[in-house]
């Protein structure tokens, strides 16, 4: 901006800048005299301090790109410091470095040593220059950066020389540690070795009383396994037993079922239906007289009467019809049928049978021809008779079975118990060997 602000100031006090400016009486100053004032000022008091190494190329260089830097400043050459001032400088430095350690004159010794170094590298570089002609300058800013490295490299050295001693010192302090644990653990080892006396002592003991019970124990076991292998050979001829008896009851189990299946079919009308016959045909006669002699119902003398049959005339039992009529009559008929105790059926009730049965018309067939109700009872009644027949080879096998199960069972619960008394001389010995084992412990 062109314009110089206008200076105020509070009342009672002069304003500073117009105080300066006494130079323009009182006038106000151009920009012009402002600035030449500014100029004329600056020359006055401003005063700059330019440092240049004399090392390398760079003064040089500046000097030529800048003749003012020679024509315009006024310089001083700064010769080497002298002892004294280097040990000052040293002493200032090194004076106040806490971290320094040794002895009583350490640090005076270290600053007279540090200005000697510094002095003896001054008079080695004019000797260098006069054998070389080259110059090598060993400045003050040298210096000072050869003290501040000095005590950078010190710290560093001085806390792995700590480091080292602090690791020294805590081995030391474990050793010291160990040697006093030493003496304690000889000690209780002393009690130790008269706690061992008595415990070998019982470990004896318990050694005799595992050796013994350990020898029971074989015993015992030797005893349950030859009873398991006799008991596995006994329990193999069962099973072979049994499949014998199950194939031979298989093959009446299809005509049971069958008869089971041919009553299910049966109803109290087909049963109704059958007692309506007044003049019912000789085969109703013969299948029910069948039922009646299976439940042990009354039935007419024997006696043998003539009737004429697909093949001619044949003889055969004469019918009990009468006493057929009553028992169809009762409303539990069918019901016991269905639950007829089969097993009852003795040799003597199939031999009543056997004429009926073998007459050449008494088949579920022909039966069929004369009423469904009529063929479910001529196959029950055949189914009947076949497992007596077979009954007669099973029943005796099946009553062997029982007598040997009943055997394995008895033997079964010998071998649990022997067992029990196995696993209880077992239990025994570990908690023997469990003992002896917390006694070392």
Not at 135 to 141: C, D, E, G, M
Not at 173 to 198: C, I, R, S
């Amino acid at each position: 901006s062109n314009q110089t602000p206008q200076a105020t100031a509070a009342p009672g006090r002069t304003p500073r800048l117009l105080f300066r400016f006494q130079e323009f009486k009182g006038s106000e100053p151009t920009h012009d005299q402002l600035w030449t004032y500014f100029i004329e000022r600056v020359r006055r008091n401003l005063h700059l301090v330019l440092c240049f190494s004399p090392v390398g190329v760079k003064f040089r260089t500046r000097a030529q790109q800048f003749p003012g830097l020679i024509n315009g400043c006024t310089i001083d050459w700064f010769l080497p410091w002298p002892e004294e001032a280097l040990k000052d400088v040293a002493t200032a430095q090194i004076g106040s470095f806490d971290r320094l350690q040794g002895e009583e004159g350490v640090r005076e010794k270290l600053i007279a040593h540090m200005a000697f170094v510094h002095a003896c590298m001054t008079s080695s570089c004019v000797d260098y220059f006069e054998q070389y002609r080259r110059n090598v300058y060993v400045t003050p800013k040298s210096y000072l950066g050869f003290i501040a490295e000095y005590k950078i490299v010190y710290e560093e050295k001085l806390k792995h020389v700590e480091g080292l001693a602090d690791n020294i010192n805590t081995g030391l302090n474990k050793l010291l540690e160990a040697g006093q644990d030493v003496e304690k653990m000889k000690v209780e080892l002393k009690e130790k070795e008269k706690t061992l006396v008595v415990a070998q002592e019982k470990s004896a003991l318990l050694l005799q009383d595992i050796t013994a019970s350990t020898a029971k124990a074989e015993k015992k076991k030797s005893e349950v396994e030859q009873v398991k292998n006799v008991l596995a050979g006994e329990a193999h001829e069962i099973a072979l037993q049994k499949d014998v008896v199950e194939k031979d009851l298989a093959e009446a189990k299809p005509m049971l079922d069958e008869a089971e299946n041919a009553l299910k079919a049966i109803t109290a009308k087909d049963i109704g239906l059958l007692k309506s016959f007044k003049q019912p045909p000789d085969l109703v006669k013969r299948v029910f007289d069948v039922v009646l002699i299976l439940f042990i119902n009354e039935v007419v003398p024997s006696a043998a009467v003539e009737v004429e049959g697909k093949t001619g005339k044949r003889l055969q039992l004469e019918g009990s019809w009468k006493f057929a009529l009553p028992m169809m009559a009762d409303i539990g008929f069918l019901p016991s049928v269905m639950g007829f105790q089969k097993d009852n059926i003795n040799d003597e009730t199939v031999e009543l049978l056997y004429p009926y049965l073998k007459a050449p018309d008494f088949t579920p067939e022909d039966a069929k021809k004369v009423a469904l109700a009529l063929a479910g009872l001529c196959t029950w009644a055949r189914a009947m008779a076949l497992y007596v027949d077979i009954a007669k080879v099973v029943k005796p096998k099946m009553e062997a079975l029982r007598v040997a199960e009943g055997k394995l069972k008895t033997a079964n619960a010998k071998l649990a118990k022997a067992q029990g008394e196995l696993d209880a001389v077992q239990v025994r010995v570990r908690g023997v060997i469990v003992a002896q084992s917390e006694s070392r412990g």
